[in-house]
């Protein structure tokens, strides 16, 4: 399958926007915890429970961007996201199913596994285009669209809080909610499917990842995992994700907890909108950060995200149960560094490995993030719902969990300190710059 190329005159402009309908559209998964407490009362299921479809997703989602990365570089972005339409959509469809006949597992099998795929597939179709249309500022570009997925709980989580006061908080109105996010978001995705293109230039047979002569040094996907860089950059991205996701997954009963025994409680609409600034806070940070990036250089804006987050996490376990808005200041700074890590990847990546197969690279790497789906949600939902069990409330059932991600972050901070430029036994030949050579040494050899 033959990538769209753009036709003479076409703007790189119109290019963002296709991704960011992809990507406002999946990243409703952000807006999943405005759906654990109806799930819990309704299906009668723990906190860790609830939170299994979010973490299958995320997991899903990394595997399928690892796996299918190499895919999305041979048949273009319209491909993917073609893909990703089919997938998430139909795993909104199956989950309503599952929840009209209150089968937890169809909810699991659908938003988990299948939207899942759905999730990696999008989430990387726009990424290797756009670093081409967009050479001189990858970080802002890669930025724009990978805001869409930080934004989408901005739309989501709100619009689904009014579906279920308007449907029901049972399992009926669960199963109504799903049936409609499934079909509104085939719709909204589809404008990306029609609207993307590849630039000008490119093979029209796949290979648009074809390395220039101008691009630097590049290093293939497969040549790329067995450096040390890619592994740093893992471990960079896993903890950063496990600091962010795990308040994120668990936004709505968070901060509920955190002031339930205080004069002024939070209601769950409050919360919904608490969930709603996160994903604010999230969305500015993959612009904002990732553009920032590009003036002082990847190595130091993760110096901020990873020193500074472990700052916020401190002020938030000290202080965080005596001052609403310092938690929710803390926690929409620690959200930004979160969202701003994504965004800023890719453009780190191609720093390092060049744009051939930055794609797939990017793919591999997000495996970093399917680890961290499952860790976030699992120390943050363990913790507390062990910590309720014995009979604690409150900020207390939450201490320990932070206390962890600081750690982790610190672990983050180190490993970033350890990267260092690929050595050049990693880089592909470059034949074009050969051919170059040859053609100017054979005047001077007549």
Same mark, same amino acid.
């Given at each position: @399958?033959?990538p ?6 076409w703007s790189r ?9 992809v990507?406002?559209?999946i990243?409703?998964?952000?807006a999943w915890s ?6 819990e009362?309704? $299906?009668?299921l %723990?906190?860790?429970q %609830?939170?299994?479809p979010f973490?299958?997703?995320i997991? @899903?989602?990394g595997?399928?961007a690892?796996f299918?990365? !190499?895919?999305v570089?041979r048949?273009?972005?319209r491909?993917?996201m073609?893909v990703?339409?089919? /997938?998430f959509?139909s795993? #909104?469809l199956i989950?309503a199913l599952?929840?009209?006949?209150e089968q937890y597992?169809l909810?699991? $099998?659908g &938003?988990?596994?299948?939207g899942?795929?759905?999730?990696g597939?999008g &989430? ?11 050479p ?10 990978? @805001?869409?997925f930080?934004?989408?709980?901005l739309i989501a989580?709100p619009?689904?809080?009014?579906m279920l006061a ?6 009926s ?10 079909l509104?978001?085939a719709? #909204?995705?589809s404008?990306g499917?029609l609207?993307?293109?590849v ?7 796949? !290979?648009a990842?074809?390395?220039s002569?101008v691009?630097?040094?590049q290093?293939?996907?497969?040549s790329?995992i067995?450096?040390?860089?890619f592994? /740093?950059l893992?471990?960079?991205?896993c903890?950063n994700?496990?600091?962010g ?5 668990k936004?709505a009963?968070m901060?509920?907890?955190f002031f339930?025994?205080?004069s !002024?409680?939070?209601?769950?609409s409050?919360s919904?909108g #608490?969930?709603a600034?996160l994903s604010?806070?999230?969305m500015?940070?993959r612009i904002?950060?990732s %553009?920032?990036?590009?003036?002082i250089g990847r190595?130091?804006?993760?110096r901020?995200?990873?020193?500074f987050g472990?700052?916020m996490? +401190?002020l938030?376990?000290?202080?965080g149960?005596?001052?609403k808005?310092l938690?929710?200041? /803390? ?6 560094f979160y969202g701003?890590? #994504?965004? !800023?990847?890719?453009? &780190? ?6 744009? &051939? ?5 990017? +793919?591999?790497l997000l495996?970093a993030?399917?680890?961290a789906g499952?860790l ?5 939902n363990?913790i507390?719902d062990h910590?309720k069990?014995a009979?604690k409330?409150?900020s207390s059932l939450y201490?320990l969990?932070f206390?962890?991600?600081i ?9 970033n300190e350890?990267?260092r ?6 880089h ?6 050969e051919t170059v050579?040859?053609e100017?040494?054979?005047p001077?050899?007549a």
């Open positions: @399958m033959s769209p190329v753009a036709p003479a005159g402009w119109l290019v963002p926007p296709a991704a960011l309908s990507h406002l559209s990243g409703q998964a952000y405005v759906f654990k407490p109806p799930l009362s309704s $299906l009668g %723990s906190g860790t %609830s939170a299994l973490q299958l997703a997991v @899903m989602l595997l399928s690892a299918g990365g !190499t895919l570089e048949n273009g972005p491909w993917a073609t990703a339409l089919v /997938c959509s795993g #909104f989950s599952g929840a009209a006949t597992w909810i699991v $099998l &938003y988990g596994f299948v899942g795929i759905g999730l597939i &989430y990387i179709s726009p990424v290797s285009t756009l670093i081409k249309w967009f001189d500022r990858p970080g802002m570009a890669t930025g724009i669209a990978i @805001m869409g930080g934004g989408g709980a989580s619009w689904s809080a009014q308007s449907f029901g908080a049972d399992s109105g669960i199963a109504l909610a799903f049936l409609v996010h499934g509104s978001y719709v #909204f995705m404008l499917v609207l993307v293109r630039p000008r230039g490119e093979d029209r047979a796949g !290979t990842g074809a390395p002569v691009q630097g040094p290093v293939s996907a497969n790329a067995r450096t040390p860089q592994w /740093c893992w471990v960079v991205l903890m994700v496990t600091a996701i795990g308040i994120l997954e936004a009963p901060i509920q907890d339930k025994d205080t !002024t409680p939070v209601t769950l409050a919904a #608490f969930v600034l604010a806070a999230n500015a940070g904002g950060w %553009s920032t990036s590009d003036l190595k130091n804006i993760y901020v995200y990873l020193g472990a700052v996490y +401190g938030i376990a000290l202080f149960d005596s001052s808005p938690f929710i200041l /803390c926690a929409m700074v620690i959200l930004s701003g890590g #994504f965004a !800023t990847i890719p453009a &780190y990546l191609k720093d390092l490995f060049g744009t &051939y197969q930055v794609g797939a690279i990017h +793919g591999r495996t993030w399917s680890t499952v976030g949600p699992l120390i943050v363990w507390a910590q069990n009979g409330s409150g201490e969990s206390i962890i991600m750690g982790l972050l610190v672990v983050g901070f180190v490993a350890l990267v430029p690929v050595n050049a036994r990693h592909i030949p470059a034949p074009r710059e050579d040859v100017r040494q054979q001077e050899s």
